[in-house]
Structure formats: C-alpha cells, structure tokens
C-alpha cells in the first residue's frame, strides 16, 4: 500500500507540474524587439602596409623586400608604434607568369616578394604622421583604414542596458494599450553589436613621391547598435461590469 501511495503521489506532482507548464505556455504574451545605440568618437585605428619587390629570382625579390621592410619597421619605430603592434600580417614569394600569345602558353617574367604588415595606432592624434613615415620609408600601398574605440566593451555594455530599457517601456505600452500591464521578463535575447559608421578606406597606391604637406585623416562619430529580443508576461487588467 505504501509503494502504491508513493507512486501515486509522484504522478500528482508530474500532472501538477505538466498542467502549470501548459497554462504559463498558454498565458499571453508581449514579445518585444528593440534597439540601443551609443555614439562613440574613435580613438584608435589600424591599416595596412604593403612592401613588395620584383626581380628576376626569388632570392633577389626576397632580399630587396626584406631591406624596404626593415626600413618601414624602422620608420614605425621612431614614429612611435612598437613592434608588436605592427606585425606581419602576410608573406609570399611567388613567380610572376605572362601569357604569351605568340606562343601560346605563360612565360615566367620574375618573382615577387611581398608584405604585409598590419598597423594599430593607439593614439589617434598621431595617425597622419605614421602614414607619412612608412610613405617616406618606401612603403608600396597603405590599405583598409579602420577606426575603433579602446572603450568598445564598456559603450557595448551601455547600448546593452539601453536597448533593454526600450524593450521594457515598449512592452509596458503595448501592454497598456491592450488593457493590462507586463509581468514578469520570460526571455531575453541580444544579437551582436553593429559598428555602424565604421570608416574605412580602401587601399592607396604610394608610389609616387608623397606630399609635402602632412597626412591629416579625422573620422566620425560612429554608433554601437544592441538590438535585444524579449518576452515578457502579460496580466489583464479585471473587467469592470
């Protein structure tokens, strides 16, 4: 008789339990997308700079690359930026091929040796004057500007609590409007922020001798965007008759 009250009493709490889940399921709901943006004045950038050479065989390719890079890695350094912050992205040696019409087929013309060597400025005052070394230096392209924020996780977090609290009062409003008021929050969800605004430059040919006059490059404002997913409980308010 025990073994049977036990069984018993485990298969009221399960049917309790299955009829709670099936009611707060069919409860109404507010679901809720919203949106916070904070705007941010970047103070960081990064870019690209490319060092290549041609010649006649790879070794002679990759010796004069190899000298044009020590000399922009050296220009990096006195312009303030350490070695560490501007590594070797890439680095190929690869035979340059020519077709022949003549011929019919592709003839090998040389090699070319090439570099690529990413650059993070931490203090964006100094960006134009880093160009222009590594230009100076006998650096072949500068590529892909990009500028970022050193308080980005910090502003994410704010556009986080932001978009929430929209989430919450638009809720709040719908739920008013449809006579009642929200409950309790069921879920939360975010996706992953936008840069927008981001500035970007795409890549610049510096072959020629460069100007005289100093690099100057001031980016935008840009906006962080969280766009959070919600749901939140939805209680009626009691019908006056």
Sequence with gaps: MKTKLIFFSAWLLLAVAGFTLNAR????QVLVSASGTVSVKPDMAEFGVVVKSD???ADKAAAEAAERYRKVQGAL???GI???????ATYTVSPNWEWDPSLGKSLLKGYSARHLIMVKVRTLGII???IDAVVQAGADE???ISFSSSRYEVLRQQALAVAVGNARRDAATMALAAGGRIGQLIEVSFSQPVYSGR???DSIALKSAPSPAPTEIAPSEQDIVVTVNSRWRFIGFPVVK
């Design 25 to 28: 399921a069919e409860e109404p």
């Design 55 to 57: 010649a006649k065989s």
């Design 77 to 79: 350094r006195t312009a």
């Design 82 to 88: 350490s070695l560490e912050d501007a590594p070797t």
């Design 128 to 130: 134009g004057r880093v």
């Design 142 to 144: 500068v590529q892909s």
């Design 199 to 201: 500035f970007s430059m």
